[in-house]
T-cell receptor
């Protein structure tokens, strides 16, 4: 498998614009996670899905953030409108827990977002 | 909610020296995960610990979970420049369905 695939790798946008980040999880994984990494706050869990259904979105910082998973092989994280404080690296990860409760997550390469 | 504290926040060691990174949880750990991240890249899974007192090794990296399952340590023996990066500890959330992470420890190895 190619691993978790994220696009784009880098995104520079102007404040107020809509930004869409994309993720393709590993085939067969039924959990998908979106994280945000900054120097100040570290790696924060934003939202995660199980079998395409959002389970916990309590980490989503504001209503400007939304995430969807229309099918098992694709998810998006959208920011509308974007603000400079949204600048961060956004990671997508996936796993399955069909072998037990504990299971490592596999991470994509991340999308580095810069809002100017 | 569970919180993970890592220490130190950063460290610089000379090549060949040993080092230890600690991860402390505010609650009992049911799954503790160590990851490594190189700048600009994703997280690479190193090891998972589940049982109190458990110890695992991979090449020159050893991780241990204490008996009370609230603290883990990552030890690197004879550090090399290839060990440089950010080390993050992660733990299962209360529901056991997602990983939460500490802020990471940035390791630099000088040759």
């Amino acid at each position: 498998d190619a691993g978790v695939i994220q696009s784009p790798r880098h995104e520079v946008t102007e404040m107020g614009q809509e930004v869409t980040l994309r993720c393709k999880p590993i085939s067969g994984h039924d959990y998908l996670f979106w994280y945000r990494q900054t120097m100040m706050r570290g790696l924060e869990l934003l939202i995660y899905f199980n079998n395409n259904v959002p389970i916990d979105d309590s980490g989503m910082p504001e209503d400007r953030f939304s995430a969807k998973m229309p099918n098992a092989s694709f998810s998006t994280l959208k920011i509308q409108p974007s603000e400079p404080r949204d600048s961060a690296v956004y990671f997508c990860a996936s796993n399955t827990r069909d072998r037990g409760l504990q299971a490592e997550a596999f991470f994509g390469q991340g999308t580095r977002l810069t809002v100017v | 909610s569970q919180e993970l504290e890592q220490s130190p926040q950063s460290l610089i060691v000379q090549e060949g020296k040993n080092l230890t990174i600690n991860c402390t949880s505010s609650k009992t750990l049911y799954g503790l995960y160590w990851y490594k991240q190189k700048y600009g890249e994703g997280l690479i899974f190193l090891m998972m610990l589940q049982k109190g007192g458990e110890e695992k090794s991979h090449e020159k990296i050893t991780a241990k979970l204490d008996e009370k399952k609230q603290q883990s340590s990552l030890h690197i023996t004879a550090s090399q420049p290839s060990h440089a990066g950010i080390y993050l500890c992660g733990a299962d959330n209360q529901a056991g369905t997602a990983l939460i992470f500490g802020k990471g420890t940035t390791l630099s190895v000088s040759s």
